[in-house]
């Protein structure tokens, strides 16, 4: 495998997001990796997705490409109550995986995942993609390395605007049995893997959730949640996430501390513009660098597995996110704050 000086790759969902990253991978050619099998379980959309996108060969059955020799890593952009089976199907095959976040729906089924990539020798990278973006790099490093002094509180605020098409034509987006959540697992996620990273262990945890405008449709998970995290270090964290905000804001994650605060402002992670006041410009880049963060990160996994460089975002890494993001919804449904205790498998 170290001695490939390419990753080929097999992509199980050939939905919008796999459609998205090869959009830009015809601009942006990710030398590192060769696409070389597509698999969807609708035959015509596999068959039509491999041709336009010059793959050359397309399956409807996931464990069929798994038994492809040609395949060493397969890349799942599946529903997310799919990715625990899908990824230890995987592993078991002895496949190396990048999977798209969140790394499942429950904390459980994310540990399960991890332990069983470290048993099995194998790569388990999950795309929180966010983290290979130069300017969200530059401004959580900024955090961690005491830039700006010991951190006060932490702002995240998402507030997207979804038409109703985005979940009819996926309905697996409205039930929290298949998707594990509304905004805040899907979109907010991101944002808060960056505060987790920045900030730490949290202490405690709580959370509101809403569903207003989609309701009608037959959305069960919320289209608003807010929440409110004390870390470990005695920092607090603010979080808004919205699939239904009119007209669409753009997307905003900042620090503040003694000497200053940092801030990011960007639209769907792109041209993310970094704000620094009183605090110094780093000039720290990610690991790997692409027309855009999605292929950045591709990179970093594919030279995670061909030559054993870190990459930013593994299944232990992923599992903090998911852990937030779920006690914000026990603590909605509940009515009470959740006390953060258990995480020994925090790294």
């Not at 907010?188 to 509101?208: F, N, Q, R, V, Y």
């Not at 880049?285 to 292929?295: C, E, Q």
């Not at 998911?322 to 959740?338: C, F, H, M, R």
Request: proline fraction near 4%; glycine fraction near 8%.
């Amino acid at each position: 495998m170290a001695e490939k000086k390419r990753l080929q790759v097999g992509i199980a969902g050939c939905g919008w997001i796999a459609r998205n990253l090869m959009l830009i991978n015809m601009i942006d050619r990710m030398r590192e990796i060769s696409f070389v099998a597509a698999m969807d379980v609708n035959e015509q959309v596999a068959t039509r997705f491999s041709k336009r996108f010059h793959i050359k060969k397309a399956y409807m059955n996931f464990e069929s490409m798994l038994e492809d020799p040609a395949v060493d890593a397969v890349y799942v952009a599946v529903p997310h109550h799919l990715h625990r089976s899908m990824v230890t199907k995987a592993l078991d095959a002895g496949k190396h995986v990048l999977c798209e976040k969140p790394i499942a729906i429950s904390i459980p089924d994310g540990i399960a995942m991890a332990e069983l990539a470290d048993k099995k020798g194998l790569k388990l990278g999950i795309n929180y993609m966010y983290r290979y973006d130069k300017n969200m790099y530059r401004m959580v490093n900024s955090v961690r390395s005491g830039n700006i002094g010991t951190p006060y509180y932490a702002i995240v605020q998402i507030p997207w605007f979804r038409k109703p098409s985005y979940f009819e034509k996926s309905p697996w987006h409205k039930k929290w049995e298949t998707s594990g959540g509304g905004t805040l697992i899907t979109q907010t996620s991101h944002a808060i893997d960056l505060m987790a990273w920045a900030m730490g262990k949290p202490a405690t945890i709580s959370g509101e959730i809403g569903t207003f405008r989609f309701g009608n449709i037959g959305l069960e998970v919320e289209d608003v949640g807010i929440g409110s995290v004390r870390f470990e270090s005695g920092a607090l964290g603010v979080i808004l996430g919205s699939q239904a905000t009119k007209p669409q804001k753009p997307d905003q994650i900042g620090f503040y501390g003694e000497k200053g605060s940092i801030e990011c402002t960007y639209w769907y992670s792109f041209i993310a513009r970094l704000h620094c006041r009183y605090v110094k410009r780093t000039s720290l880049k990610p690991p790997t660098r692409g027309l855009a963060s999605i292929t950045s990160s591709f990179r970093g996994f594919a030279r995670w597995v061909l030559d054993g460089s870190p990459y930013l975002c593994t299944a232990w890494d992923a599992l903090k996110p998911l852990y937030i993001v779920t006690a914000l919804y026990e603590s909605a449904k509940s009515g009470k704050k959740i006390h953060c205790t258990s995480l020994d498998w925090w790294r």
